[in-house]
């Protein structure tokens, strides 16, 4: 039989084969079977205790999470979306203003843009050990910076008025480095004639960046929009490490985490809530990037 690489021919049509079941057996393990399972604990009162019985209820679970309006699921839901909607706004303001201010060659620029990308390499894990010294009520240096100048005190994470909104302000920092590499990858890919004709038309800066820069940075827009707000709908390890989900920071992501894995495990009930957010991203997702494509048509 004649040789050939990577064995015989008889032996050949079995490699691609062999070559994709590790893969296929790590996605049939640690994705497929997950999933399944969660679809089936979602129909179940099971506590997730090791030996306990697991007690169909069909949609018991699902019942009790839309049949009170005001419970904490519903309020999870509220600050998943405000949360979302805020951090959403705030980076793509924010990543589109450096992008625009940065967006030059040279050595120290590309120093600038190095330092403002820095905190998305860090772990979530430093981060929120970084911001607990910072914001620390008592010892923290923001404490001390606020007393100096105005004389006045703050809980900080610890006061529910302020405390969802210091975590979105944190996460902004966090990744507007991404978002802001992304709008200049846009920004590159405009061409110069249009802002010398504009020039020439006599055009102002807002009128450029109203009539130039801001339609032709659709599909960057799309992609920072998109990927800010799936990461956002499904946030909890940053408000595990600063509030524990207190104060009025409870996210779904978070709300799930600890019904499935808290000292009173209901798997069962935390399960649901994973459908549910599911159901959500897949919806919110659906609804965000069908509306942004249709937007760089239009433009």
Same mark, same amino acid.
């Given at each position: 039989?004649?040789?050939?690489?990577?064995?015989?021919?008889?032996?050949?049509?079995?490699?691609?084969? @062999?070559?994709?079941?590790?893969?296929?057996?790590? /996605?049939?393990? !640690? %994705?497929?079977?997950?999933?399944? $399972?969660?679809?089936?604990?979602? *129909?179940?009162?099971?506590?997730?205790?090791?030996?306990?019985?697991?007690?169909?209820?069909?949609?018991?679970?699902?019942?009790?999470?839309?049949?009170?309006?005001?419970? &904490?699921?519903?309020?999870?839901?509220?600050?998943?979306?405000?949360?979302?909607?805020?951090?959403? %706004?705030?980076?793509?303001?924010?990543? @589109?203003?450096?992008?625009?201010?940065?967006?030059?060659?040279?050595?120290?620029?590309?120093?600038?843009?190095?330092?403002?990308?820095? &905190?998305?390499?860090?772990?979530?894990?430093?981060?929120?050990? *970084?911001?607990?010294?910072?914001?620390?009520?008592?010892?923290? &240096? $923001?404490?001390?910076?606020?007393?100096?100048? !105005?004389?006045? #005190?703050?809980?900080? @994470? +610890?006061? #529910? =008025?302020?405390?969802?909104?210091?975590?979105?302000?944190?996460? %902004?920092?966090?990744?507007? +480095?991404?978002?802001?590499?992304?709008?200049? $990858?846009?920004?590159?890919?405009?061409?110069?004639?249009?802002?010398?004709?504009?020039? @020439?038309?006599?055009?102002?800066?807002?009128?450029?960046?109203?009539?130039?820069?801001?339609?032709?940075?659709?599909?960057?827009?799309?992609? =920072?929009?998109?990927?800010?707000?799936?990461?956002?709908?499904?946030?909890? $390890?940053?408000?595990?490490?600063?509030?524990?989900?207190?104060?009025?920071?409870?996210?779904?992501?978070?709300?799930?985490?600890?019904?499935?894995?808290?000292?009173?495990?209901?798997?069962?009930?935390? #399960?649901?809530?994973?459908?549910?957010?599911?159901?959500?991203?897949?919806?919110?997702?659906?609804?965000?990037? /069908?509306?942004?494509?249709?937007?760089?048509?239009?433009?």
């Amino acid at each position: 039989m004649t040789a050939c690489p990577f064995g015989t021919r008889r032996t050949r049509r079995w490699i691609p084969w @062999l070559s994709i079941s590790v893969p296929a057996l790590g /996605w049939l393990v !640690f %994705v497929l079977y997950p999933s399944a $399972a969660t679809v089936y604990y979602s *129909l179940t009162q099971y506590s997730g205790v090791p030996g306990a019985p697991v007690d169909y209820c069909g949609l018991c679970n699902y019942r009790m999470a839309f049949t009170s309006v005001s419970g &904490p699921t519903w309020e999870a839901l509220k600050v998943t979306l405000v949360y979302a909607a805020g951090v959403t %706004v705030l980076q793509i303001v924010f990543g @589109l203003g450096l992008a625009m201010l940065l967006n030059r060659r040279g050595r120290m620029f590309s120093l600038y843009r190095a330092l403002v990308f820095m &905190p998305q390499i860090f772990s979530v894990t430093i981060v929120g050990a *970084l911001f607990s010294l910072i914001l620390d009520p008592i010892t923290g &240096p $923001a404490e001390k910076i606020l007393h100096g100048l !105005f004389g006045a #005190s703050s809980a900080f @994470l +610890g006061d #529910s =008025n302020i405390s969802l909104l210091l975590i979105i302000l944190i996460n %902004v920092w966090m990744f507007t +480095g991404y978002t802001m590499l992304i709008y200049i $990858a846009g920004l590159r890919r405009i061409p110069r004639e249009l802002y010398e004709a504009a020039a @020439l038309d006599g055009c102002g800066w807002w009128s450029r960046f109203r009539r130039i820069t801001w339609p032709m940075l659709a599909a960057s827009t799309t992609v =920072n929009v998109f990927l800010t707000a799936m990461g956002c709908l499904g946030e909890y $390890a940053l408000i595990i490490l600063l509030t524990d989900g207190q104060f009025g920071t409870q996210t779904i992501g978070m709300y799930m985490f600890q019904q499935a894995f808290g000292q009173q495990s209901q798997l069962g009930y935390g #399960s649901m809530l994973a459908m549910l957010q599911f159901a959500m991203t897949l919806v919110i997702g659906g609804v965000v990037l /069908w509306a942004l494509r249709r937007r760089e048509v239009q433009l």
